[in-house]
């Protein structure tokens, strides 16, 4: 007789339950984890745009803001810059005539002096630690101290930069003069050396108040747009009264006198000559139109200025160059030809200071200097004073 072998009962459950979960596993759909979502590379055709800064004189450069704090910029000579804020990506597809300015910029390489106060007005000069002055060649307080400070170091004029002290010392932005133009091999190597070129342009803005509106553009790089809005806001309130008076029909000379004898004077369409007409008076030389790539300024010979202005109800000198006078005798030391003027005659000359033109938001105060010299009130002045 054959025996049957039999399994233990505690074996026999365990392959009756190895069996069901094989079964199960054999019938269970896969189960796949989800794949993780990749974001999509941020393209230049992509940028949305919000809005455009709002200018009400400039001219020579534009701004538009795009969502994410993007901004596209325009400068006059055709240069394009896109801006990416603090952290986020550089789009790809960027164009290759548009040069990338990542913020924050706080390392800038000033060449173009006159940009500086509007840096100090923004409460941003901490932002430039390279400079085309020296410490002794700033009428600018702060730009002196902090240069006497060591946080800004000369790092070379625009046609000389020290190109060793300033990739030492790193540099997001270089701001440059039209200056520049004569040296193009300068802003060449600058690019070829990764540092970001950018020429200021407010002197060829057209209207005197556009070369003030740049801070604006200095404030979109530096993220300051509500305190350039404020400061400029406050400016057209203060200046509303000037410009809505009616011309006062007095003549104005402004001029100096070179080492070679003959007197410097501004075209017509120079920017002074323009402020003396937003002040209230009317510029001693209207005809003198300046043409495509000429100088604001220009030499005349003594006969010629003696001829246009010997009638001229105010003479202005221009300290800038040679420094300035505090007496009519000084002045006719310069030339004594100048005693036959009706405005030394009748004591309405006047010399500008030697900071007017650093301090680039001071045209302001000058529009209101001659506007209170035309007008005859009893005012203080900023950047005129009498020659006694």
């Known amino acids: 007789m054959i025996k049957r072998s039999r399994l233990p009962r505690r074996g026999l459950l365990t392959l009756l339950a190895l069996l069901v979960l094989c079964g199960c596993t054999q019938r269970a759909e896969p189960q796949l984890s989800p794949e993780p979502e990749v974001p999509q590379a941020l393209s230049w055709d992509a940028l949305e745009y919000e809005r455009s800064l709002e200018l009400l004189y400039a001219e020579q450069f534009s701004v538009e803001y795009y969502t994410n704090g993007y901004q596209k910029i325009a400068i006059g000579d055709g240069n394009r810059y896109l801006v990416v804020p603090e952290g986020a990506e550089v789009p790809f597809g960027v164009p290759e005539e548009v040069t990338v300015l990542r913020q924050p910029l706080d390392s800038i390489y000033l060449v173009a002096t006159s940009a500086m106060d509007l840096f100090r007005q923004l409460d941003a000069i901490d932002t430039i630690t390279l400079a085309g002055l020296n410490a002794d060649g700033w009428y600018i307080e702060e730009a002196r101290e902090a240069m006497e400070a060591g946080r800004m170091v000369f790092a070379g004029k625009y046609g000389a930069p ?37 020429v200021e342009r407010s002197s060829y803005e057209s209207h005197p108040l556009g070369r003030m509106e740049w801070i604006k553009l200095y404030a979109s790089l530096l993220g300051k747009e509500a305190e350039a809005a404020d400061y400029f806001d406050g400016l057209m309130e203060r200046l509303a009264p000037i410009l809505e008076q009616e011309n006062t029909g007095k003549t104005v000379a402004f001029f100096y006198i070179t080492s070679a004898g003959t007197v410097n004077v501004r075209r017509s369409g120079d920017y002074i000559a323009k402020s003396i007409g937003l002040a209230g008076g009317v510029y001693a030389f209207p005809d003198l139109e300046s043409g495509e790539g000429a100088k604001s300024t220009m030499n005349m010979q003594m006969e010629s200025f003696y001829e246009g202005a010997r009638n001229t109800d105010i003479l202005i000198y221009n300290s800038a160059i040679d420094g300035e006078l505090q007496t009519v005798d000084q002045l006719l030391e310069k030339s004594g030809i100048l005693a036959d003027f009706k405005a030394v005659q009748e004591g309405n000359v006047w010399c500008t200071g030697k900071n007017l033109f650093q301090e680039s938001l001071g045209l302001g105060d000058l529009i209101t200097d001659l506007y209170t010299i035309l007008s005859g009130e009893n005012a203080p002045l900023t950047y005129l004073h009498h020659l006694d």
């Open 162 to 198: 020290d190109y060793e002290r300033i990739l030492d010392l790193g540099c997001d932005l270089a701001v440059e003069s039209t200056m520049i133009y004569h040296n193009p091999e300068v802003k060449e190597q600058l690019e070829r050396l990764g540092v970001p070129v950018l």
